[in-house]
């Protein structure tokens, strides 16, 4: 069965995003021995734009085929007139208000979300990057099977949490941690059962 891995930037205190959603402010980070890291070992969560300009967008993907991302997240795309951020994996997009998807590579979920990554689950193929955001996540907590978290060193004080959702526990276990010279930290986590 595939898996549903939340692959996230975030901040020290565990934001994604200023409240308004952007998330420019990490970008100075992709440098060093973490942009090696993230064009090596993560290339199929890199936007399709990122990876025509670093020369690997003939990359194949090895770890996900598919994509899900909120209204909000895709919002930033279509701000730049990119209608297929991830032009290199089968797109998502979970929205209420967008009627028609405005590209063909991409598919918007209007109905149940969390019943669409089961179904999704079910197929053969890759992984299924969840890309943001927090309330996407927070629809989906029951289906994340692995965390990603890519801790960026700032602190934002308040902003777009990782999960808009009402409290209760659920358990990961940590698989891994990395550590690199500008300071970002990738934790690895699956899911308890």
Same mark, same amino acid.
């Given at each position: /069965?595939?898996?549903?891995?939340?692959?996230?930037? %975030?901040?020290?205190?565990?934001?994604?995003?200023?409240?308004?959603?952007?998330?420019?402010?990490?970008?100075?980070? %992709?440098?060093?021995? @973490?942009?090696?890291?993230?064009?090596?070992?993560?290339?199929?969560?890199?936007? &399709?734009?990122?990876?025509?300009?670093?020369?690997?967008?003939?990359?194949?993907?090895?770890?996900? *085929? &598919?994509?899900?991302?909120?209204?909000?997240?895709?919002?930033? %795309?279509?701000?730049?007139?990119? &209608?297929?951020?991830?032009?290199?994996?089968?797109?998502?997009?979970?929205?209420?208000?967008? #009627?028609?998807?405005?590209?063909?590579?991409?598919?918007?979920?209007?109905?149940?979300?969390?019943?669409?990554?089961?179904?999704? #689950?079910?197929?053969?193929?890759?992984?299924?990057?969840?890309?943001?955001?927090?309330?996407?996540?927070?629809?989906?907590? *029951?289906?994340?099977?692995?965390?990603?978290?890519? &801790?960026?060193?700032?602190?934002?004080?308040?902003? /777009?949490? /990782?999960?808009?959702?009402? @409290?209760?526990?659920? *358990?990961?276990?940590?698989?891994?941690?990395?550590? @690199? *010279?500008?300071?970002?930290?990738?934790?690895?986590?699956?899911?308890?059962?």
């Amino acid at each position: /069965m595939r898996k549903l891995s939340y692959f996230i930037a %975030a901040s020290i205190d565990g934001f994604i995003g200023a409240p308004d959603g952007k998330a420019d402010f990490f970008t100075p980070f %992709a440098v060093g021995d @973490f942009l090696d890291y993230l064009k090596a070992e993560c290339p199929d969560t890199l936007p &399709t734009p990122a990876r025509q300009a670093l020369g690997i967008d003939d990359t194949p993907n090895t770890e996900f *085929d &598919t994509i899900i991302q909120g209204r909000a997240s895709y919002d930033l %795309a279509l701000d730049i007139k990119v &209608t297929s951020p991830y032009a290199h994996l089968r797109e998502y997009v979970a929205s209420r208000s967008i #009627k028609e998807s405005p590209d063909p590579n991409v598919e918007i979920v209007s109905g149940d979300v969390a019943a669409k990554i089961r179904e999704l #689950k079910q197929e053969d193929g890759l992984g299924i990057y969840l890309c943001g955001g927090a309330s996407l996540a927070g629809q989906l907590l *029951d289906e994340v099977d692995e965390l990603v978290i890519k &801790t960026y060193p700032v602190i934002l004080g308040s902003g /777009m949490p /990782m999960f808009a959702a009402e @409290f209760r526990i659920a *358990d990961f276990a940590l698989d891994s941690v990395r550590t @690199f *010279d500008n300071g970002v930290l990738v934790r690895k986590y699956h899911r308890k059962h």
